[in-house]
């Protein structure tokens, strides 16, 4: 049982545009939600994460939304840059110090 | 900066054969996990210690045994390896209060 989602395996979107990951969830005792960027060889590395008494948390170029009664959240790369093609795993737990459960993960390719 | 180091980048076995993986972190974290990654399935996590010598079961424990004698080494024991085995294998700690978990550069283990 897949608690935690993401339904597009891949994402193709050009230099300077606006990227947007999509996350969803089922189990609503979750409450606190990460994103992570991965590179082929390397271990992922934290991005940006929020918690449910937030929607919406941004840290520069990267915004994450919370739509908690839709039990959906979304990554917003702006503007996308070649370095950002990885593969992002959303996360999720109950609390911040909890072990996490983990998307299927979104290879993202910027297009020069 | 948190350093998680996992012993080995790329590890191959045969099939039967007892396979040790190691993660050893350089602060006094206590939470340390172990994940597998494949391909359309995420990040799943087989093991997780919240101290010396203490282990939880992750989703995914079945052929899999741990190991924490020392608060900074973790390890991971294929106790009889198979083919199904093969993948990416990621360490974790999780740092101070609301801090995310960070990650080691993964193994790549391949079972022939």
């Known amino acids: 049982d897949q608690q935690v989602k993401q339904n597009s395996p891949s994402l193709s979107v050009q230099e300077g545009r606006i990227s947007i990951l999509n996350c969803d969830y089922t189990?609503?005792?979750?409450?606190?939600f990460l994103w992570y960027k991965k590179y082929p060889a390397e271990g992922p590395t934290f991005l940006i994460s929020?918690?449910?008494?937030?929607d919406k948390n941004e840290d520069g170029r990267f915004t994450v939304f919370l739509n908690k009664s839709a039990k959906h959240l979304s990554l917003h790369i702006v503007p996308s840059q070649p370095g950002d093609s990885a593969v992002y795993f959303c996360?999720?737990?109950?609390?911040?110090?909890?072990?996490?459960?983990f998307g299927t993960g979104t290879r993202l390719t910027i297009i020069p | 900066d948190v350093k998680v180091t996992q012993s080995s980048r790329y590890l191959v076995k045969r099939t039967g054969e007892k396979v040790f993986l190691e993660c050893v972190q350089d602060?006094?974290?206590?939470?340390m996990f172990w994940y597998r990654q494949d391909p359309g399935l995420g990040l799943r996590l087989i093991y997780f210690?919240?101290?010396?010598?203490?282990?939880e079961k992750g989703d995914i424990p079945e052929g899999y045994s741990v190991s924490r004698e020392k608060k900074e080494r973790f390890s991971l024991i294929l106790e009889s390896a198979s083919t199904n085995q093969t993948s990416m294998y990621l360490c974790?700690?999780?740092?101070?209060?609301?801090?995310?978990?960070?990650f080691g550069d993964g193994t790549r283990l391949s079972i022939l």
């Open positions: 210690s919240y101290d010396v010598k203490m282990k």
């Open positions: 602060m006094d974290h206590e939470n």
């Open positions: 974790a700690i999780l740092g101070d209060s609301n801090q995310p978990q960070h």
């Open positions: 189990n609503s005792m979750f409450d606190y």
């Open positions: 929020i918690s449910s008494i937030k």
């Open positions: 996360a999720a737990s109950a609390f911040p110090n909890e072990k996490l459960t």
